[in-house]
């Protein structure tokens, strides 16, 4: 099992794209101004999804791992052990 991408959701979606690209030295490698999203990745394969939020509020999700397996039904079954 490997990270895949961690999506962030951010007020100041502009602002959080240059944070994290000088910060972390990612490259934005996707971009849609119109819908406020990012995709940055560095080095390694994981990579970062930035999602404008109008009203982020202390009860909504900030942020959401996702993971990339080669067997599904196999994952499942040995997270549930």
């Known amino acids: 099992m490997k990270l895949d991408i961690v999506e962030l959701q951010v007020k100041n979606w502009a602002e959080m794209i240059e944070w994290y690209s000088s910060?972390?030295?990612?490259?934005?490698?996707?971009?849609?101004?119109?819908?406020?999203?990012a995709l940055l990745a560095g080095d390694d394969e994981?990579?970062?999804?930035?999602?404008?939020?109008?009203?982020?509020?202390?009860?909504?999700?900030?942020?959401i791992p996702y993971f990339r397996v080669n067997n599904l039904v196999e994952s499942v079954g040995n997270l549930k052990k």
Do not use: G, I, Q
């Open 23 to 37: 910060n972390f030295n990612l490259k934005v490698v996707a971009r849609e101004d119109d819908h406020e999203f």
């Open 46 to 63: 994981a990579m970062l999804a930035l999602f404008a939020v109008k009203n982020l509020t202390h009860s909504s999700s900030k942020f």
